[in-house]
């Protein structure tokens, strides 16, 4: 069963993170950031060392030289870039509030972050970004005095059904996601326009409607995982202790239908009931393609 | 790039004086200055990037360049279309170099005792200039629309267009179907659009427009390194691991209106790069130009233009020409270039390979009409040519980098008549005749790396030997290029 003030106190904790971690940081004073740092991906054994030449070749614009975010382009950069100071991380496979682990931050920069200003860094090589990754982790004493948690487990995905899909949109009502995702998915819930992250950043709700490739990723193992370990440093919670396993499944299937402009099997089974053709044929916006990739 | 025009200058001692103090000057700029700036060329400032990004050593490609390029100038977050930009960008970049640079030739052909034209004497310039100057505009028009047009012009001024083309990006959603239309530069790995080099000597790869000594510019000027007009198909992995492209191309080595014929050649490349532990990426490939070209004009055109009038009788003057007709070339020719390249990288040091073949056919070798008689011995010229080209990153400030090409002739066109100079139509005098040897140094220093300017400190020397085409004995000719120079883009 859904426990509301459980949500409640973690929408509470992920707006308060910001604000904690540095706290926690000045708790940390006598710790200060190693030097030297390695990654494991893998067979592959990541070092700062070679990687801080690649980081003062391709990420120091942004993160800034010393890794907090506040590169010469930072200014003009919306999202604002990662602080690697802070320690935080959006996309983990760990629960909230802990380190990811080395293969989190191998994905992030081979995968990219949608809709900002941080590309996939495929394009180099696999050791490349191990080394990236061990030299991000001498930025902050966060990974000399913690270590990051196990994983949370992924259960299989359940069979997909129409009632999957509608008990997923249940959950999108109580667990008040629309008010941040607005009713529709596109990002304009009421509470959307107050949001900020943990730079004291405006930061908007992801808009369903636009594409469907999330921040952390693009199946639905991924959604399913950001709903459960949240985005750190963004009011975006952590929901692992107040839903069961099965139901974070349904709410996964629910999203797929949000995404009325990317088909996937959700939104194909969802299209084949009456109620659900009804409410996509009304989102779907019928216009003049601009140029963006974004159709609304 | 075009690259500088010899100057007239003062004798060569005095110009080694003066390169050794404008060195001791360049070395004293180069240690004192390590200030940033705050300027952008066109992508970094949209993206928000460093230059060394995408670039290995400007204006050479790191493979996050070649990646970004070959996307269609687009990283793939959904925000590439100019509608994301603050309306009052506008994707521009300009290039100049303004340069010190002296250049020498051991055997020019001059007038003297053997009368007009009749000598040969070592000739060296030396002087400030410039190189031409480029505009460069690019990017997207749309997601997955992306274009780039670059008016270029000589050092004095006179502009043409360099570049030319849209492309639709990602056809279908696929990184393995993206077309493009207009005057492109061939998916040459190693660019010469982005070559290192600024000489007159090595500012082009010698192999890319290597023609035998035996043939004369005319119906047939070529080289897989100049832009082509075409239409291309390019597709590649989504990491850009394998990249392969096809080609259909006029038979007219980019220029424009058709000048000479109808015809069409066609440009294939493929390549794989794998990763080779913590040395790097590796990349090996190859690549092949089928191409055919005119040998004669169908039709003829005499036009007549008065050019003055006779002073006596008041008659008016004119003069007549004889011309081919523009586009009726005919007596097509075949030619070929293939090449197989490898980039090897280990760790900051990485060297380039490539090998090359061409042969053409015996008319275009010996620039006949097809409709002639070839000479008795007559062959089509065929050649094997090699590059190597190294480099030397200590850090994404400094490169040093070498180069060496040869290119060696396996078929001359003509008989080979040993101890008798080149004969047009009947001989030549070696089987190495024209034979090329090419050999530079460099270094650039980049001051700042910033997502707003591109600017770097370049010092050159490259020498070139060709062997037995001197203009009047026949002896081998040796021209070299000494260069320093303020490269820098904006």
Known sequence: MLNIKKICLNVAVALIVPAVVPAQQADQSAAKPSKHMESHIGNLTGHSEAGADLYYRYCWGCHGARGNGDGDNAPYISPQPRNFVAGTFKCRSTPTGTLPLDTDLYDTLGRGFNFTNMPSWAALTAQNRADLVAFIKTFSARWVTEKPADPIPIPAEPKLTVESIKHGGELFQKLECWKCHGQEGRGDGPSASTLTDSNDQPIRPYNFTTSNRSKCGRTN??????????????????????????????????????????????????????????????????NTYTGSGVTP | MDNCCPVEGKGTRTGVRSALLYSLVLLIVVLLSCNSASALPAFARKYGMPCSACHEAWPMLSPFGQQFKD?????????????????????????????????STSKAQVDGSNGPGGNEAKVTTQGFD????????????????????????????????????????????????????????????????????????????????????????????????????????????????????????????????????????????????????????????????LGEAPTYFQYNLTTTTTVGTDSDTGVPVTSTATAGYPGTGIGNKGFQRYGLIGMWYIKKFDITTIYFHGTDNAYLGLSLPSTSTLPTGAHSPGWNGGLFESHYMLNPQWLFLNRYELIRMSQQALPVVAGTPYTPGVSVPTSGFGNIDALTFGMRYYPFISSRAGFAYHAEYSIVRQRNVSPVTGSDLTSSSLLFGFDFAF
């Open chain 2, 130 to 289: 410039w190189s031409g100057l480029d505009f460069h505009t690019g990017g997207t028009l749309a997601k997955n629309f992306s274009f780039y047009v670059l008016p270029s012009s000589d050092n004095t001024g006179a502009f043409h267009f360099e570049s030319v083309w849209a492309r639709i990006d990602n056809i279908g959603g696929s990184s393995w179907f993206n077309i493009k239309m207009g005057k492109f530069e061939l998916d040459n790995l190693l660019s010469e659009k982005r070559i290192l080099t600024l000489t007159n000597q090595a500012g082009v790869y010698q192999n890319y427009h290597f023609q035998p000594a035996t043939e004369t510019p005319g119906f047939y000027t070529f080289g897989i390194g100049d832009n082509q007009d075409g239409i291309e198909w390019m597709g590649h992995s989504k990491d850009d691991r394998t990249r392969i492209s096809a080609s259909l191309l006029s038979s007219n080595d980019g220029s424009p209106g058709q000048p000479t014929s109808r015809g069409y050649d066609a440009f294939f490349a493929a390549s794989r790069a794998f990763e080779v532990g913590s040395l790097g990426l590796q990349r090996v490939g190859g690549f092949a130009y």
């Open chain 1, 221 to 286: 193992a991924d959604l399913y995982r950001i709903f459960m370990t949240g985005l750190d440093g963004t009011p975006m919670p952590s929901f692992a202790d107040v839903v069961k396993p099965e139901d974070a499944w349904d709410l996964v299937h629910y999203l797929r239908t949000l995404q009325v402009n990317n088909p996937s099997p959700e939104l194909t089974m969802w299209e084949t009931t009456a109620e659900g053709k009804a409410i996509v044929t009304a989102k779907r916006v019928r």
């Open chain 2, 71 to 103: 996307n269609g100038y687009q990283m793939g977050n959904d925000r590439d279309a100019p509608i994301f930009q603050q309306a009052a960008y506008w994707p521009v970049t300009f290039r100049i170099t303004p340069v010190w640079h002296r250049e």
